[in-house]
């Protein structure tokens, strides 16, 4: 069955430093990779999406998330991070029956 | 752009009344999904439809219900509200397109949430 980890609750990190945020999948089906932002009192908005093609992915906001079809990953890196970006973070991956399925977040918290 | 909208923001229900959540899109997309939220158990689907009048059960549908009446419209009935309902409430839709690539229903536009308590 599908699935997706992220293995990290909580990222805290100061602004203008690199962040990763981390997602690994297991998958038996095409693999399709999504990452939603989700800021305070909002609901989700789509960050980047792999369907195919190049495995490095730009998407808004200046992140980038790579696929990795060796370590099954799909992490998201920033080089330089706002206050803005404080939001929590949500790796998905479709189903064999066209549902998306959800990590459990990842909640990054910039400081000034 | 897509507006997906949701008739509330925060609901109090007392245990046992009945809820309904709505939600609105405007951009005709076909599929419409029902969410709830919770800390450390991310997104879990209730139920979905992909056109008027079809449901489907999601992941965790009990003590929930739908209704799809016309085709922008998504209703959540809550029929006797408990405290484990206590969540936040996702609604989300999406389209289909003939495209070659890409399989659209997965690329969902969500609604700003509705925060449930139950007492």
């Known amino acids: 069955a599908q699935s997706v980890t992220q293995l990290d609750s909580q990222v805290p990190v100061f602004e203008e430093a690199p962040v990763e945020l981390r997602c690994n999948y297991s998958?038996?089906?095409?693999?399709?990779l999504f990452w939603y932002v989700q800021y305070p009192n909002q609901g989700l908005q789509l960050l980047l999406k792999?369907?195919?093609?190049?495995?490095l992915v730009k998407g808004i906001n200046g992140f980038e998330a790579e696929f990795n079809k060796s370590q099954t990953s799909f992490h998201l890196r920033k080089p330089s991070v706002h206050i803005s970006d404080t939001a929590e973070y949500f790796c998905?991956?479709?189903?064999?029956?066209?549902?998306?399925?959800f990590g459990t977040g990842t909640r990054l918290q910039v400081f000034p | 752009d897509v507006k997906v909208t949701q008739s509330s923001r925060y609901l109090v229900k007392r245990t046992g009344e009945k809820v309904f959540l709505e939600c609105v899109q405007d951009?005709?997309?076909?599929?419409m999904f029902w969410y709830r939220q919770d800390p450390g158990l991310g997104l879990r689907l209730i139920y979905f439809?992909?056109?008027?009048?079809?449901?489907e059960k999601g992941d965790i549908p009990e003590g929930y219900s739908v209704s799809r009446e016309k085709k922008e419209r998504f209703s959540l009935i809550l029929e006797s509200a408990s405290t484990n309902q206590t969540s936040m409430y996702l609604c989300?839709?999406?389209?289909?397109?003939?495209?070659?690539?890409?399989?659209?229903?997965?690329?969902?536009?969500f609604g700003p949430g509705t925060r449930l308590t139950v007492t």
């Open positions: 792999y369907l195919s093609g190049s495995t």
């Open positions: 439809s992909y056109d008027v009048k079809m449901k």
């Open positions: 998958s038996s089906v095409s693999v399709y």
């Open positions: 989300a839709s999406s389209f289909t397109l003939p495209a070659l690539h890409e399989n659209p229903r997965y690329e969902q536009y």
């Open positions: 998905a991956v479709p189903s064999k029956t066209d549902k998306l399925i």
């Open positions: 951009m005709d997309h076909e599929n």
